[in-house]
C-alpha cells in the first residue's frame, strides 16, 4: 500500500504527510487516497506521535484535488456514489484522527484538497493561497453531505454558496477573515511557524487536546444529516452529459459549454 506519492515521517512526537506529486499540484489519485487512510491508522497506533502536519511538495499546491483522469471510467451513478463515499470514508478518518492536525497549505488548494485542508485541526496557510471547489465551473459535479456540512460549518451558508456557485477561489486575506484558515504567513517563513506551532502542540496536555478535539466534533456531527440523503444529488450530476463532457473536455484541454443535462 505504500506509494512514494504520499510521505509519511515521524521526528520524535511530531509526524507529517507530503503529498508529493508536485508535477501536477498533488492531485491524488486512488493510491494515495488509500495510503493516506492506512497512515492515519499507524499514527492512532502510535502513542508517541503528539501532532501530525500535512503538507504538499514544492511549495506551489497544498491538493489540487483527485487526479481527474481516473473520473473517465465512470459509467453509472453506482460509480459516483462509490466514488463520494471513498472520499468521505478516507477524509473521515482524518477528521477522527485522536491527534492534533495541521495542513499548511501553500499556493493551490482546491477540490479534495479543499476537503482534506478544512477536514484538519488548524489550518494556516502562506499569502500565495488559492482555495475553493470550483466544480460548477470544472467538472459539474456534486460533493457529498458529509463535505457540504464542512464547508458550511466553517464558512457559513452565504460565503459556502459563493465559493461552491460561483466557483470562487478565496484568497489568503479573505480566508483568514472568514476564520476559514488560522492564520497566513509569508511562503518564506510558513514552514518554520507551522513548525513551531506543532512544537508547542506537542507540549500541551494530550488528554486535553484529544478531549477537546472530540468534543467539538461531536457537536458537528450531532448537526449532520444522513449520507445517504444526498445520493440522488450526486448521482443526477456524475451520471450527466455535462459531467462526462467536461471531464473530456478537461483532458483535451478545452473549454466545455453547459447543456444543462
Known amino acids: 500500500m505504500a506509494t512514494d506519492e504520499l510521505l509519511f515521517e515521524k521526528s520524535g512526537a511530531k ?12 492531485a491524488m489519485n486512488w493510491a494515495m487516497y488509500d495510503r493516506l487512510e492506512a497512515v492515519c491508522d499507524e499514527i492512532d497506533a502510535d502513542d508517541d506521535i503528539r501532532v501530525v ?7 506551489k499546491a497544498f491538493v489540487a484535488g483527485t ?3 481516473q473520473f473517465q471510467d465512470f459509467e453509472s451513478g453506482d460509480d459516483a456514489v462509490a466514488y463520494e463515499q471513498r472520499i468521505d470514508r478516507v477524509v473521515s478518518r482524518l477528521e477522527h484522527l485522536k491527534r492534533p492536525t495541521i495542513a499548511m497549505i501553500q499556493g493551490v488548494c482546491v477540490g479534495g484538497g479543499a476537503a ?10 502562506d499569502d500565495n493561497l488559492k482555495l475553493g471547489i470550483p466544480i460548477a465551473k470544472t467538472l459539474g459535479n456534486c460533493l457529498s453531505m458529509a463535505n457540504f456540512a464542512r ?3 466553517l464558512l457559513g451558508t452565504p460565503k459556502a454558496k459563493e465559493m ?12 483568514a477573515a472568514a476564520g476559514v484558515v488560522n492564520d497566513v504567513f509569508a511562503a518564506d517563513a510558513i514552514e518554520a511557524e507551522v513548525d513551531a506551532i506543532a512544537d508547542r502542540l506537542t507540549q500541551m496536555a494530550p488528554l486535553t487536546v484529544a478531549a477537546t478535539k472530540a468534543a467539538i466534533q461531536r457537536i458537528h456531527e450531532s448537526r449532520r444529516i444522513a449520507p445517504e440523503d444526498g445520493e440522488d444529488l450526486i448521482r443526477s450530476c456524475y451520471t450527466s452529459d455535462d459531467f462526462h463532457g467536461a471531464v473530456d473536455a478537461f483532458m483535451e484541454k478545452r473549454q466545455y459549454a453547459w447543456q444543462g443535462r
Request: net charge negative; proline share 2%; with cysteine.
Open 151 to 153: 464547508l458550511v460549518d
Open 67 to 69: 487526479d481527474i483522469g
Open 53 to 59: 502536519t500535512l503538507s504538499g511538495a514544492g511549495g
Open 15 to 26: 509526524a507529517s504527510i507530503v503529498f508529493n506529486r508536485p508535477d501536477v499540484h498533488n
Open 116 to 125: 482534506i485542508a478544512l477536514a484538519c485541526d488548524f489550518r494556516y496557510a
Open 164 to 175: 461552491l456557485m460561483l466557483a470562487r477561489l478565496f484568497k489568503a486575506d479573505e480566508c
